[in-house]
Each structure stands twice: as structure tokens, then as C-alpha cells.
T-cell receptor, first 113, second 114 residues
Framework: AQSVAQPEDQVNVAEGNPLTVKCTYS??????LFWYVQYPNRGLQFLLK??????LVKGSYGFEAEFNKSQTSFHLKKPSALVSDSALYFC???????????FGAGTTVTVRA | NAGVTQTPKFQVLKTGQSMTLQCAQD?????MSWYRQDPGMGLRLIHY???????DQGEVPNGYNVSRSTTEDFPLRLLSAAPSQTSVYFC?????????????FGEGSRLTVL
């Protein structure tokens, strides 16, 4: 069975500092990996995805993620965090021929001014 | 574009009652899915569909029923509500194939079962 782990419930950073949100996954075969963001009382919004190719994926709002096959990780990064990046972030995975998307428990990011 | 529309946004039920959460999308997406979100547990897949007439179970299907008679609509039925079904429910859709997983979400439906 596929699964996603987000080891940190909360990440706190100062505005302007780098932001990293960690994600590790388990799936049979090659993974399709995704990051989503949820602002308070809203639905989730797609940020970026990895399917194949370059291990560094760029997405919306200045976010990027690095796929590491040997460590089965897909960490989300932003070089300079903004207060408006404060939200709940979810990592998700599915297998190549599996259309069930599995989500992690989420990481709450707080960026202080 | 309306995107993914869920109704109702809020609902309170008594144990044993039934209800249907409606979901409609106007993006011609083949893939549609229902998730529930509970604190500390992320999103868990209830049911999904890869096209009209085709549905399948996700991680937590018990107590829920779905049908997909058209591409646009994917209603979720609670057959006999239980307090454990108190949750926020999200409908999501995407194109089918390599882009499955690049989901568009509705705003959510908050359900309380007393």
C-alpha cells in the first residue's frame, strides 16, 4: 500500500528565511508526487508535481520541490518565505498505474513577520 | 469558470439520517473523487471515478455510496449517518491519465452528525 509521511506537524520560520517542508513516501514502482496548499476554511490548491525528468520541480508562488529517489523524499522549498505563505501544506503520492491519490497528514507553516 | 461546486457548505444531521452531498464540475474532467478531512489525519479517499458509469472504492468507503451518471456530477450519499462521519468533505476532479492527481478541489462541505 502506498503512503506519505510528513514528519513535522508544524514549521515556523521568519519572513525572508528559507522554508522547507519535509515529505517521504512509499509506493510500488515509480511515483507521481504532488504538493498542495490549504488556506483557512478553503479547499486545497495544487502547487506542483513530479512525474518524471528533472529532480527539481518548480511550481506556483515561488515554491519548488526536490525529488530524491534513493531517500524516497519530495521536500517542498521556498528560498524566501512570506507571511502570506502561512498555511497547511499536504504532500501526496500515487503509483504509475494507480489512480488513488494518498495524502500525508499535513504540515502547518507559520511565517512570522 | 465555476470549477468544482459542492453543496451544501454546512449540514447537521441526526444519527441514522441519510443525505447526499452534491458535486459538480464544469471542466470536462474525467476523474472525480471524494475525500474527508479530519484533524491530524490529512485527507482520506472515500470513492473515486475515472469516467461516467465507473466508480471505485478508496481507503474509507464504508457508509458511503456514489454514482457517476454524467461526466459533470459525482454525488456522495451517506446511507445512515453516524457521529464518526462528522468531518469536512471535499470533492476534487482532474483530467484522467498522466495528469490524474493534479486535482481541482471544491470549497468543502462541513458535516456534523449528532
Amino acid at each position: 500500500a502506498q503512503s506519505v509521511a510528513q514528519p513535522e506537524d508544524q514549521v515556523n520560520v521568519a519572513e525572508g528565511n528559507p522554508l522547507t517542508v519535509k515529505c517521504t513516501y512509499s509506493v510500488s514502482g515509480n511515483p507521481y508526487l504532488f504538493w498542495y496548499v490549504q488556506y483557512p476554511n478553503r479547499g486545497l490548491q495544487f502547487l506542483l508535481k513530479y512525474i518524471t525528468g528533472d529532480n527539481l520541480v518548480k511550481g506556483s508562488y515561488g515554491f519548488e520541490a526536490e525529488f530524491n529517489k534513493s531517500q524516497t523524499s519530495f521536500h517542498l522549498k521556498k528560498p524566501s518565505a512570506l507571511v502570506s505563505d502561512s498555511a497547511l501544506y499536504f504532500c501526496a503520492v500515487r503509483g504509475l498505474n494507480d489512480y488513488k491519490l494518498s495524502f500525508g497528514a499535513g504540515t502547518t507553516v507559520t511565517v512570522r513577520a | 469558470n465555476a470549477g468544482v461546486t459542492q453543496t451544501p457548505k454546512f449540514q447537521v444531521l441526526k444519527t441514522g439520517q441519510s443525505m447526499t452531498l452534491q458535486c459538480a464540475q464544469d471542466m470536462n474532467h474525467e476523474y472525480m473523487s471524494w475525500y474527508r478531512q479530519d484533524p491530524g489525519m490529512g485527507l482520506r479517499l472515500i470513492h473515486y471515478s475515472v469516467g461516467a458509469g465507473i466508480t471505485d472504492q478508496g481507503e474509507v468507503p464504508n457508509g458511503y455510496n456514489v454514482s457517476r451518471s454524467t461526466t459533470e456530477d459525482f454525488p456522495l450519499r451517506l446511507l445512515s449517518a453516524a457521529p464518526s462521519q462528522t468531518s469536512v468533505y471535499f470533492c476534487a476532479s482532474s483530467f484522467f491519465g498522466q495528469n490524474t492527481g493534479e486535482l481541482f478541489f471544491g470549497e468543502g462541505s462541513r458535516l456534523t452528525v449528532l
